[in-house]
């Protein structure tokens, strides 16, 4: 009896670990990436998004617009009660840009299009009729 006992006691134990085991993520995750705004235009800024989880909530995102990075060089640490970095982008060049945030091993990636800026003119004013100099 008391062995089946120390058994029983031994497989709750190993249980017991494998659940908190499965229960604490063993990195961070990105889980989403987001732009502040749809209607992306040349020359305006925007807050990237990056939405984290895991138990290194606390690692740096590196955030990147085609390759090239944007934001600290040593990245942006999450916001450890929302879960969330954010970094600011203003595009320069219309076109597709793929946006990516990446932590740990772990990158989340979106393609969203970039068009101009509408120009802007200053009206001119004509001189008064029957201008004098």
């Given at each position: 009896?008391?062995?089946?006992?120390?058994?029983?006691?031994?497989?709750?134990?190993?249980?017991?670990?494998?659940?908190?085991a499965l229960a604490i993520p063993?990195?961070?995750?990105?889980?989403?990436?987001?732009?502040?705004?749809?209607?992306?235009?040349?020359?305006?800024?925007?807050?990237?998004?990056?939405?984290?989880?895991?138990?290194?909530?606390?690692?740096?995102?590196?955030?990147?617009?085609?390759?090239?990075?944007?934001?600290?060089?040593?990245?942006?640490?999450?916001?450890?009660?929302?879960?969330?970095?954010?970094?600011?982008?203003?595009?320069?060049?219309?076109?597709?840009?793929?946006?990516?945030?990446?932590?740990?091993?772990?990158?989340?990636?979106?393609?969203?299009?970039?068009?101009?800026?509408?120009?802007?003119?200053?009206?001119?004013?004509?001189?008064?009729?029957?201008?004098?100099?």
């Amino acid at each position: 009896m008391r062995i089946t006992h120390y058994r029983r006691f031994g497989i709750g134990l190993a249980v017991a670990a494998a659940t908190v085991a499965l229960a604490i993520p063993s990195s961070a995750d990105v889980v989403s990436l987001s732009v502040s705004d749809q209607n992306l235009q040349t020359n305006r800024t925007y807050t990237i998004t990056a939405t984290v989880s895991g138990s290194t909530i606390g690692l740096s995102v590196f955030f990147a617009d085609n390759g090239q990075n944007l934001g600290p060089a040593g990245g942006v640490t999450p916001n450890s009660l929302k879960g969330m970095a954010t970094t600011t982008w203003t595009p320069t060049k219309s076109g597709s840009h793929t946006l990516t945030a990446s932590q740990g091993s772990t990158t989340q990636t979106i393609t969203v299009t970039v068009t101009d800026a509408p120009v802007t003119t200053t009206p001119t004013t004509p001189p008064p009729p029957g201008g004098s100099c």
